[in-house]
């Protein structure tokens, strides 16, 4: 099954009872949609660790970092680190965010390009401070076309979408299948052993 079905099925598990009503609905309660997307990536990129790493809860922290992240992919933390979802650098691998209808509800692709240049900055000051690697992904359902062709160009190693082209047409041109992802994920880890 490729990954927006199976999100869809996750979505309307949790959020409503018909694809209809899902259509309707996918772009309007952003943050429960956002929250059920965060759960059901989490889910995927835990099948694809495979125990490697561990996983933070959804809407976690870097210590030195005042930006909350959807998902961290952690080693060796603390309980302590655990307990309150503040994790330190030295022990984070990865700091995801994710989009269910994309970075920005511009038609500006430079604006969608300043959006992950401002979490890469961040992710890039971390390092900087902390001299450790973490890793940045962004994962989005869907994403302006014009949005992705420009993120793509400028930072191709760290965008994956689930579908093409969903953002305007409502329709399914493209959905990724959850080995695209794994490769993705997998591919842009492999200097972080």
């Not at 099925?9 to 009872?17: D, G, H, M, R, V």
């Not at 943050?31 to 790493?53: A, H, Q, T, W």
């Not at 959804?58 to 979802?85: F, H, P, Q, R, T």
């Amino acid at each position: 099954m490729n990954l927006i079905d199976e999100y869809e099925k996750t979505y309307n598990e949790n959020l409503c009872n018909n694809e209809e009503e899902y259509l309707d609905k996918i772009n309007k309660p952003y943050k429960v949609s956002g929250n059920i997307f965060s759960y059901f990536l989490r889910e995927k990129i835990l099948g694809i660790i495979d125990n490697k790493y561990e996983l933070s809860v959804v809407n976690s922290y870097i210590k030195g970092c005042n930006v909350e992240w959807d998902l961290l992919m952690v080693n060796n933390a603390s309980e302590n680190e655990k307990k309150y979802n503040i994790y330190l650098p030295e022990h984070v691998v990865c700091a995801f965010e994710f989009k269910t209808s994309g970075s920005s509800r511009s038609k500006e692709p430079n604006e969608a390009i300043e959006y992950l240049e401002k979490e890469i900055n961040d992710i890039k000051l971390v390092n900087k401070n902390y001299k450790t690697n973490i890793k940045y992904f962004y994962i989005s359902l869907c994403e302006n076309p014009n949005h992705a062709i420009a993120m793509r160009k400028k930072y191709p190693n760290n965008c994956f979408w689930i579908i093409d082209d969903y953002y305007s047409r409502r329709y399914k041109k493209h959905s990724s299948e959850e080995s695209e992802l794994k490769d993705f994920i997998l591919n842009n880890l492999k200097d972080n052993k």
